[in-house]
């Protein structure tokens, strides 16, 4: 079993910075790729980040693929999306997930807004 808490979210002018953190309660060591997805009002759930089980950038969605940044800290079970230059579409509830590579299982968290406004 696997919880998962979000951190980070608020309140950020555009062109400002943030910094979502996720951190698990089970190990989430060499198991499980980690996820940042994200859903904004009246729209589907769309992935972020994702990163491999050993830290490797999976990918990154268009949208944010040059201004944002996914890293893990496998010792400390948390995982973090930097994100910059931020826009008003940004805003969303972001997400953590991390998927169990040999069961196909997954966790979510309950989610952190970010709004993105002047």
């Known amino acids: 079993q696997v919880q998962l808490v979000e951190s980070g979210g608020g309140l950020v002018q555009p062109g400002g910075s943030l910094r979502l953190s996720c951190a698990a309660s089970g190990s989430i060591s060499s198991d499980y790729i980690m996820g940042w997805y994200r859903q904004a009002p009246g729209k589907q759930r769309e992935l972020v980040a994702g990163i491999s089980t050993s830290g490797v950038p999976l990918r990154y969605a268009d949208s944010v693929k040059d201004r944002s940044t996914i890293s893990r800290d496998t010792a400390k079970n948390t995982v973090h999306l930097h994100l910059n230059s931020l826009k008003p579409e940004d805003t969303a509830v972001y997400y953590c997930?991390?998927?169990?590579?040999?069961?196909?299982?997954?966790?979510w968290g309950q989610g952190t807004q970010v709004t993105v406004s002047s």
């Open positions: 997930n991390a998927l169990r590579v040999t069961s196909g299982y997954e966790y």
